[in-house]
């Protein structure tokens, strides 16, 4: 009687895919701080805030190009590319929320 419980594979996770949860977490964490800290100083924000936004921004877009390119990759494990194109796509929604409330108010 086998035991089937292990399943031998020379698939690796997408070193894309990786990078792209990286950008994710970094940017989500970096405009959730940078939210906290205006939300802190009674709305007032800091120039280096907007930069801080901006560069989630770039990072964000950049994730998710890398997030769909290790996605479309073959006979690769996608669990990180899934998570980056989840987190940078919670990252571009919160900019894009943010810019939002900005230009029409709440």
């Given amino acids: 009687m086998a035991y089937k419980g292990f ?3 020379d ?6 895919g ?8 970094l940017s989500l964490i970096s405009l ?9 100083n009674e709305g007032e924000a800091a120039v280096r ?8 921004l770039v990072f964000s ?7 769909v390119l290790a996605k479309m990759e073959e006979d690769r494990f996608y ?4 998570i ?8 571009l929604l919160g900019i894009l929320g943010i810019l939002y409330v900005g230009a029409y108010g709440i």
Avoid: Q
């Fill in 7 to 9: 399943i031998f594979t």
């Fill in 11 to 16: 698939r690796a996770e997408s070193k894309k």
């Fill in 18 to 25: 990786i990078m792209s949860a990286f950008f994710g977490a």
């Fill in 32 to 40: 959730i701080l940078a939210v906290y800290l205006t939300y802190a």
């Fill in 49 to 56: 805030y907007g930069v801080v936004g901006f560069l989630c």
């Fill in 61 to 67: 877009a950049v994730g998710m190009t890398l997030g």
């Fill in 79 to 82: 669990l990180f590319a899934w």
């Fill in 84 to 91: 980056g194109i989840v987190l940078n796509g919670l990252t």
